[in-house]
């Protein structure tokens, strides 16, 4: 048994196909197949179906693939524990971010971090919060930028800062005369929300404590863009909640229908997460040391209240 054997059923499982895996791992498909009918051989076992299209795990190929996995990732380790000892920041580094965290905080973090470590290859992705946990889980994702806390076993947590709730109230809104909101004023079904599966959707629907269906009979709207949700709100359609970075790029006209909360002020926890065995720590530390210093310049509020983005 080999690791090269390993990572290539990593694959195939990932892929359901055995042209696709051998072209991920950059070998033809017959080596590809005879390595794993070796380990096939060797186990006395079948670890896939392939009478099954697409090609499926069997009971004990799920089983196989799970120890598979950790024996990877372990092996990366090595080279992980090399770099460390030498100091060395560098290589591909795979990173996820949610979409109401994407747009503000990358610009202002990327190049300054690419400055300061050039020989690290970042690949970014925009994903949800369940699919960043899913990719950490399966080794497809080093680490990721998301609202916290999300309490999962596997995977721990930095926190990089902490984001106020701005209400952008337009005008005309019932509570657009209010200098200061309360939370108690804040009523789902007059609020324009994110489309299900943001996490900052769940943290708006826990901060009002109601979890129920929208009442209202003129409409019912929710999108998977903040800056949608702004310019519906402008017409007049309903307020919002913006994470307090998104609130930087709005216009001058825009920057009148921002009403903030009295205090405390609801924020959301921003974090780096990462697997629970820690690899590629130099890169997570040097992440978070870039993005510490580049924030705590433009978030200044000190009595904050943090809201879960997962309801409880």
């Not at 690791?3 to 359901?16: C, D, F, G, K, R």
């Not at 950059?26 to 006395?44: A, G, H, N």
């Not at 310019?231 to 359609?237: D, F, V």
């Amino acid at each position: 048994m080999t690791i090269t054997q390993l990572y290539y059923v990593l694959a195939v499982a990932e892929n359901q196909n055995f042209t696709k895996a051998a072209e991920k791992c950059f070998v033809t498909q017959p080596t590809l197949s005879m390595q794993i009918q070796k380990l096939e051989e060797q186990l006395d076992v079948q670890i896939f179906d392939r009478t099954k299209k697409p090609i499926e795990l069997t009971e004990v190929g799920k089983k196989i693939v799970t120890q598979a996995r950790n024996i990877v990732n372990e092996s990366y380790r090595i080279q992980d524990i090399v770099d460390q000892q030498k100091g060395f920041i560098g290589g591909e580094f795979k990173l996820g971010i949610i979409p109401t965290v994407m747009p503000t905080l990358l610009p202002m973090f990327l190049k300054s971090f690419i400055k300061k470590h050039p020989k690290v290859k970042l690949k970014i992705e925009e994903l949800t919060t369940e699919e960043i946990m899913a990719r950490i889980k399966d080794g497809h994702l080093d680490a990721a930028i998301a609202a916290t806390p999300l309490e999962d076993e596997n995977i721990k947590e930095r926190v990089l800062y902490f984001e106020p709730f701005v209400n952008y109230i337009p005008n005309g809104h019932r509570l657009h005369k209010q200098n200061k909101i309360d939370v108690a004023d804040l009523d789902v079904d007059d609020m324009l929300l994110l489309e299900d599966g943001h996490c900052f959707r769940d943290g708006v629907l826990n901060l009002c404590k109601v979890f129920k269906n929208h009442t209202d009979d003129k409409f019912q709207l929710e999108s998977g863009s903040i800056e949608t949700l702004v310019k519906l709100s402008n017409e007049g359609l309903g307020m919002t909640l913006l994470p307090y970075l998104h609130t930087l790029d709005l216009n001058s006209e825009e920057k009148l229908n921002l009403h903030y909360f009295n205090e405390p002020t609801p924020a959301r926890e921003v974090s780096i997460i990462y697997h629970k065995s820690e690899l590629k720590m130099q890169i997570i530390e040097a992440l978070q040391d870039v993005i510490s210093g580049i924030i705590r310049g433009a978030i200044a509020f000190q009595n904050v209240q943090i809201i879960s983005p997962l309801p409880k």
